[in-house]
């Protein structure tokens, strides 16, 4: 059997990930209002995927050079019909969780209807309300060949309504359903019961084409590509932060990749749409449940007065390893520090930050930012950082996918304040979380460096589990120094001693040490590896695990997302365990481990991925502490264990439940636990 039978297409895997999160919307174990936020992280999840992956893939089909999945070598085509094939799947099970969900809600005094299900009284009162408060604010449009194509922007919701005038010529009507108005329609005799503002909309509909016959209609949404990058609207007589300004405009104007209907239209019909908005009949999707889910935060708003149906409260405790009466600097520099997110709050990092910027002794603070809370303490630190003297220098990401705006704000407000600005480099992002800070005592130098595997945001911190690393290692803080100084040149290092960075190392790193433990393996002897990951795409690194397991080396990833290796094939992967955990919190620290006895234990910003390593700076620390390393492996022990959101990736390819303990281990809980405990 070839090697490649040993790999699964990107793509449908992380579609499998999503479906993951759909089945945590249909759990009963998990609490009702906690499931309609599963449900629409599921929708919002699948609508960036077809922004993101499924616009580039259409734009690799349409190009004359064939480019196929490194992997499986599936062209783009092949994927494309893969994604819709596995779309419409999907979309039957969301709907059958949709129907459970609206049951369950309804016990709870709360109903969606449609109009099949109201009465002619309350249709009259609907209609007198549709008059009043919202017909005013609509805009109906008809397609017509002597008018320009109106555009419908990014997933908002429209009605599409098929006319036919006094002569019987066809036409389509199009009207906008998002606007001023509310969206949920409480019912005037019924407390408790709505109709969408859209099939309010939709029910009427004809009233705003009076000439006209409807002959059918349906609410649509569409999804636009948004894979644009800096060299498509490049110009060199911008600067970067224009640029980047400019692309997002661009992006909102970009060709359509797929088309939602709410209801059946003619063949015909769909003909018409998809000929008029430029995309394929294939890539219109019908979908039985609304078409935007975000409705359902306002109904999670209506189920407050009812604890029992959120999550049981849990908020970041303070770390056992700090005294926040005490200075911050002087506890780490007697010992190496380790912040687990979110059982752990994020205020420690926050306190060192501020208490740099009024130390004397600082020189310099140092950092790489890529997605920050829209009001961040880590940004008013820096601020009043530079205001107070020292030297800031911030390298902003300004290409962060859909945060673009947000750090462009950013940028301007730290630049205003006096901070040194760098916007990444032209051939690589900086994904990096690496904060240093340098002091000057008695013209001694030494340093605070603090590694992550999260995004420095107070918001995510207390929403994705993550490892923030803080320590006043020497060579670690030269290492840090030397990343900065490259950055300051727009380089990247070429060689560290502790930290591994990649584009040049980080990689070579990773290989190096899953060979050490392929030699002891041949030698006989207990060779383990350990990760936790994002996501595994990396050919090289795969191979090399393919070679390891093959070599006798036990290995064990907790892989959240996408992972394109198959475990478990004889004779390739069968000492490779693979574990998914999707719970509560999103699962995001990355994790290293190379040995049984003694690990070599480092935490990552980079997952395995192509892009992580060869087309970003990213930075792996290692952690000398071995109390901290005992922690680190705790926490990976407890997710790997873990059976009750754990899934285990078998040979077929496919995901499954598991029972591997007396009582279900949720990891996460458990983990919260022993944090309020500590």
């Excluded at 690799?60 to 196929?68: C, F, I, K, P, Y």
């Excluded at 059958?96 to 209807?113: F, H």
């Excluded at 098929?162 to 019912?187: D, H, T, W």
């Excluded at 930050?353 to 829209?374: C, F, G, P």
């Amino acid at each position: 059997m070839p090697d490649s039978a040993c790999y699964k297409n990107r793509e449908l895997s992380w579609l499998q990930f999503n479906e993951r999160v759909l089945d945590e919307a249909g759990n009963k174990k998990v609490p009702l209002a906690e499931r309609l936020t599963f449900a629409h992280i599921y929708q919002t999840n699948l609508d960036e995927f077809y922004m993101v992956r499924v616009g580039t893939l259409v734009m690799q089909s349409e190009s004359e050079e064939d480019e196929r999945d490194s992997k499986t070598h599936m062209t783009s085509k092949e994927q494309i019909e893969s994604i819709l094939k596995e779309t419409k799947r999907l979309e039957k099970k969301k709907y059958a969780i949709y129907t459970e969900l609206l049951a369950m809600l309804k016990e709870c005094n709360i109903e969606i209807v449609n109009f099949k299900l109201v009465t002619e009284e309350e249709t009259a009162a609907l209609e007198e309300y549709f008059d009043e408060h919202i017909a005013p604010f609509l805009s109906p449009m008809l397609l017509s060949k002597q008018q320009p194509v109106p555009f419908l922007t990014n997933q908002q919701l429209y009605s599409a309504v098929l006319l036919s005038n006094k002569k019987g010529k066809a036409k389509i009507g199009i009207v906008p359903c998002s606007g001023v108005f509310k969206r949920l329609i409480e019912l005037p005799t019924r407390p408790g019961v709505f109709v969408l503002a859209e099939e309010l909309i939709l029910h009427f509909v004809a009233k705003l084409f009076p000439k006209y016959t409807v002959r059918g209609k349906s609410i649509m949404r569409i999804t636009r590509n948004a894979d644009i990058e800096v060299g498509d609207v490049y110009d060199e007589e911008l600067d970067f932060r224009n640029i980047m300004e400019h692309l997002i405009k661009q992006r909102i104007k970009m060709a359509p990749v797929r088309l939602e209907l709410s209801r059946e239209i003619d063949q015909e019909a769909q003909k018409e749409l998809a000929k008029y908005f430029g995309i394929k009949n294939s890539h219109i999707v019908k979908v039985d449940t609304p078409l935007d889910l975000g409705f359902f935060s306002d109904i999670r708003t209506k189920l407050r007065a009812m604890p029992t149906l959120f999550y049981k409260k849990r908020t970041p405790r303070p770390s056992s390893m700090l005294d926040m009466r005490k200075s911050i600097i002087a506890q780490i520099e007697k010992k190496d520090i380790l912040l687990s997110y979110p059982y752990e709050s994020i205020k420690p990092f926050i306190k060192l930050l501020n208490e740099a910027a009024e130390d004397e002794n600082v020189v310099s603070i140092k950092i790489t930012l890529y997605r920050v809370a829209d009001k961040s303490e880590i940004v008013d630190a820096l601020v009043d950082a530079a205001e107070n003297g020292k030297e800031v220098v911030v390298v902003i990401e300004l290409r962060a996918r859909f945060d673009e705006e947000n750090n462009i704000e950013m940028s301007k407000r730290l630049e205003d304040a006096g901070c040194t600005i760098l916007y990444g480099l032209e051939e690589y992002k900086v994904h990096s979380k690496l904060c240093l800070i340098t002091r000057s005592i008695n013209d001694s130098v030494s340093f605070i460096t603090q590694i992550g595997t999260g995004n420095y945001n107070e918001k995510t911190s207390a929403l994705y589990t993550d490892l923030s690393l803080i320590t006043a290692d020497k060579q670690i803080g030269l290492d840090a120094d030397k990343v900065f100084k490259a950055l300051l040149i727009e380089e990247t290092p070429e060689k560290t001693t502790s930290l591994l960075v990649a584009p040049k190392t980080l990689q070579k790193s990773i290989l190096k040490n899953i060979d050490a433990q392929i030699a002891l393996a041949k030698e006989g002897k207990d060779a383990y590896c350990a990760f936790k990951l994002n996501s595994l795409t990396s050919v090289p690194i795969m191979e090399k695990l393919i070679e390891a397991s093959r070599s006798g080396v036990k290995i064990d990833m907790l892989i959240r997302g996408i992972c394109c290796l198959i475990p478990g094939i004889k004779g390739y992967t069968e000492n490779i365990t693979v574990v998914s955990v999707v719970g509560r919190f999103l699962e995001h620290s990355r994790i290293y481990a190379f040995g049984r006895e003694n690990p070599n234990v480092y935490i990552s910003s980079a997952d395995f991925m192509t892009r992580n390593m060869t087309k970003r700076v990213e930075v792996a620390a290692p952690v000398y502490s071995e109390v901290l390393k005992q922690k680190i492996m705790h926490i990976f022990e407890t997710c790997f264990n873990d059976d009750e959101k754990g899934k285990q990736l078998h040979p077929d390819g496919m995901y499954y439940s598991r029972e591997i303990n007396k009582k279900p281990l949720n990891s996460q809980e458990k983990l919260y636990d022993e944090a309020y405990k500590a």
